[in-house]
C-alpha cells in the first residue's frame, strides 16, 4: 500500500525507500564515502571490515565517485544500492542514510537534507574526506588489509 504524502513533511519522512523517484532515492545520499572504501569479510565470523583504502574512481578530497554514471564500466562488482538489495546489505555503516531510514530511524542532524549544507557530513566528522588512500597505491589488493578501520561500521551520527 502507498503512503499519502503528507506536503507539510519531507518526502524521506512520508515515503517508503521504494516509493522515492529515482531522484529523491539519489537526493538521500549523504556523501560520507563510506561505501566506496575496500571492506573485507572475515570468512569465520561472517564480520566485514572496511578499510582506509577506496576505490580507484573515488576522489577522496570531493568525497565522491569520479565517474558515478559509468562506474560498473570501470568497476564492475560496484554495488548499486537499491530498496530492493538494500536488505542484504549489512556491510552498511549504521550511519547510513539508506540504513537509517531502512531501520526506522531517523536521518541525523548533520545530513544534508536536515542541515542545509553538503559540508556538515565533513565537520561533523561523519565523512572519509582526506582520510583514505586509493587501492592503485597498493602493491597487492590485499595489502588493504594493513588499513582496516573497523571504527567505519560505528554509528557515527
Not at 5 to 32: F, H, I, N, Q, V
Not at 129 to 142: K, M, V
Request: hydrophobic content about 35%.
Amino acid at each position: 500500500m502507498l503512503s499519502v504524502p503528507d506536503p507539510a513533511r519531507p518526502y524521506w519522512e512520508t515515503k517508503t525507500l521504494a516509493e522515492m523517484s529515482p531522484s529523491e532515492w539519489e537526493g538521500l545520499c549523504d556523501g560520507c564515502g563510506l561505501c566506496c572504501v575496500i571492506r573485507f569479510e572475515d570468512e569465520d565470523t561472517g564480520d566485514v571490515v572496511p578499510t582506509r583504502v577506496h576505490c580507484k574512481l573515488f576522489d577522496s578530497q570531493a568525497c565522491s565517485c569520479s565517474d558515478y554514471a559509468n562506474r560498473n564500466a570501470q568497476v564492475p562488482d560496484c554495488i548499486k544500492l537499491t530498496p530492493n538489495n538494500i536488505e542484504a546489505l549489512g556491510w552498511m555503516p549504521l550511519s547510513c542514510a539508506y540504513r537509517r531510514l531502512h531501520e526506522g530511524r531517523p536521518l541525523a542532524g548533520w545530513h544534508h537534507l536536515i542541515s542545509g549544507s553538503r559540508e556538515t557530513v565533513h565537520t561533523a566528522g561523519v565523512s572519509v574526506r582526506g582520510q583514505t588512500i586509493s587501492e592503485l597505491s597498493l602493491a597487492q589488493p590485499e595489502d588493504a588489509l594493513d588499513f582496516e578501520a573497523p571504527e567505519w561500521m560505528l554509528e557515527r551520527g
